[in-house]
């Protein structure tokens, strides 16, 4: 059965029942030689001389691999900023994605200032559902902190299966939350058995830096590396880790850009921390040297954030460090702008509109630096571009899997074929590609989404609209078994002793005079303070309770100071020790 597309009258299958013959399966855990037949979209048998009905398509594998089709976990298609929208919408991006081996993709949504989790969700289910060409699901972005925000995450697990929630650490006064309301939200996220997901950066710190850098007259794209030092994001990761050990919280750090905050997450691996490190295909297949180009427009196609690290080693460490283990999943973060848009920041770089393309390139890049260089084999690169991530979010194994049951997204793969990855050739809405003239070998020749064959013979046959979201359950095995056994031997118990009934002595709290600015982001879990009323009378100093205020009130302000004197013989003068006796 075949019907036609297109100007150029492309012949394309449209049957439900596929048969591939003398393919290599390739699955996380083990290679091994045998047919496949499909049908309504799932593996419905594996094995030699299989008997199917009549009217299958058939497609010759003659022994090349055939693996599960990739997971991007990371995306964010169509994202608005500022008015704008990202230049490749859901139907772009998955486009893409299908070109380049990818048949899931997990987007972030992100909900604007004063719009519910639940409203944005389901505002993201609407663009997505009408424009995506493969399946997909749905990260939810916690941008604010307040009293509802708990009771949508929990309509959110609990009836649009959603399992993994992102937080930020920068983007301060927009993003930014707490520690304290990061610790919260961890709290939460544990009870409902989902994933807590970070953009691990200092926001403090990097805002602060930012206006110094703009103060220096720096204004182009380098201001944006310079202003968001590579330890701002270990430090971020460090204290993620940290917080998420107090709450006894699965972590998964998104971006992973820099050589220091990967240490970090396999440094706390190995110490039994329950996370996970992302990688995208930006931070694995270039560097940040890109931000130095004398052409603006080149320059800016870079900024995203964390940001690219300009240490041109850092993509082979980072790809080290996923081959190893020390890192699990890949994502693209795929969020692409058009040159006029990122020209909204041309006078200062703090306004460039941040991402960075690599949906399409993300499966022919790992495999390029990974595969080919002998760092990891055919069965790990199935475990990092989809397995990996399918068992942490919970779509194993109807994802990730070659296997009776499995969804049929499949990818034909060829180790040989060689690409030289370029604007004027990808599937993208922009002009410009920050992998431009990298030749990748290893991509895919055959790649088929829900049952039926998209990619076949270079040409792309995708169906706006086919995509189907696809809920994931809380509590996924492979992440939560540990978190319970942990929650198990870290319980808290007092000690059993006799009440203290010997002398008590008594102390004088001497309060703070200072001003308390109240965060603009309120805490569910704690109740407002009354404000306290300012004491008249002058308190005595207590050198265990300093009075220092940012604010520049002190609180000996009112002691009356003594005259400068000046001093005859400074330091090194008159009075040197050196000249005494």
Known sequence: ????????????????????????????????????????GVIKQIGDNLIVPGGVKIIEAHGKMVMP???????????????????????????????????????HVVPEPGVSLVAAFKQWREWADSKSCCDYSLHVDVTDWNKGTQEEMETLVKDHGVNSFLIYLAYKDVFQLSDSQIYEVFS?????????????????????????????????????????????????????VTIANQTNCPLYI?????????????????????????????????????????????????????????????????????????LQVTGSAHCTFQTCQRAVGKDDFTLIPEGTNGTEERMSLIWDKCVVTGKMDENQFVAVTSTNAAKIFNLFPRKGR?????????????????????????????????????????????????????????????????GRYISRKPFPDQVYKRIKARSRLTELRGVPRGQYDGPVCEVTVTPKVMSTVSSVKTSPAKQQQPQQQHVTHQPVRNLHQSGFSLSGAQIDDNVPRRTTQRIVAPPGGKANITSLG
């Not at 070659?402 to 060689?418: C, F, K, M, R």
């Not at 792309?460 to 086919?466: I, M, N, P, R, S």
Request: charged share 25%.
């Open 402 to 466: 070659i296997a009776v049951g499995s969804d049929a997204d499949l990818v034909l793969w060829d180790p040989d074929i060689t690409k030289i990855i370029s604007a004027k050739s990808h599937n993208l809405a922009v002009e410009y590609n920050i992998f431009e003239g990298t030749e990748v070998r290893g991509g895919p020749l055959v790649v088929i989404s829900q049952g039926k064959i998209v990619l076949e013979e270079g040409s792309l046959h995708a169906t706006e609209g086919c």
């Open 69 to 107: 089709g990739g997971i991007d976990v990371h995306t964010r298609f169509q994202m608005p900023d500022r008015g704008m929208v990202a230049a490749d919408d859901f139907y772009q991006g998955t486009k893409a994605s299908l070109a380049g081996g990818t048949t899931m993709i997990i987007d």
């Open 1 to 40: 059965m075949s019907g036609y597309q297109g100007k150029k009258n492309i012949p394309r299958i449209t049957s439900d029942r596929l048969l591939i013959k003398g393919a290599k399966i390739v699955n996380d855990d083990q290679s091994f030689l045998a047919d496949i037949y499909m049908e309504d």
């Open 188 to 240: 939460v996220i544990r009870d409902l058995g989902a994933i807590a997901q970070v953009h691990a950066e200092n926001g403090d710190i990097i805002l602060e830096e930012q206006r110094r850098i703009l103060e220096l007259g720096i204004t182009g794209p380098e201001g944006h590396v310079l202003s968001h030092p590579e330890e701002v994001e270990a430090e971020a990761v460090n204290r993620s």
């Open 254 to 326: 998104t971006k992973v850009m820099s050589k220091s905050a990967a240490d970090v997450i396999a440094l706390a691996r190995k110490k039994g921390a329950v996370v996970y490190g992302e990688p995208i295909s930006a931070s694995l297949g270039t560097d940040g040297t890109h931000y130095w180009s004398k052409n603006w427009a080149k320059a800016a196609a870079y900024v995203t954030s964390p940001p690219l690290s300009p240490d041109p080693t850092t993509p082979d460490y980072l790809n080290s460090l996923l081959s190893c283990g020390d």
